[in-house]
């Protein structure tokens, strides 16, 4: 955001919200789209390599789920109708995991 306040000439003392900001570069920026693409980095990043994040995501509790309906997770949000199989082998062709996510 600094970056296009200092291109459009906006002092530090200026009272611009960044809303106006982003309608003058003509940037359109949405959270929700943003979330996405954090969470589809970071787990592509994890996939691709053998941290301990991805043994955890791997790995299988023992024991009986607690009762209540199931949380829905991140893992869930980016399947989108992939098994996680599928989903590890995409992440490690870097080009392939951003087009499919």
Known sequence: ?????????????????????????GEKREILTTIKDRKRNWLGHILRRDYLQRRIMEGKLEGRRPRG??????????????????????????VKWRTSC
């Open 1 to 25: 955001m600094w970056v296009w306040r200092r291109l459009d000439g906006i002092k530090w003392s200026d009272k611009v919200r960044n809303e106006e900001v982003l309608r003058r570069v």
């Open 69 to 94: 309906r199931r949380r829905f997770g991140m893992l869930t949000d980016m399947l989108n109708g992939r098994t996680f199989e599928q989903m590890k082998e995409d992440a490690q062709d870097r």
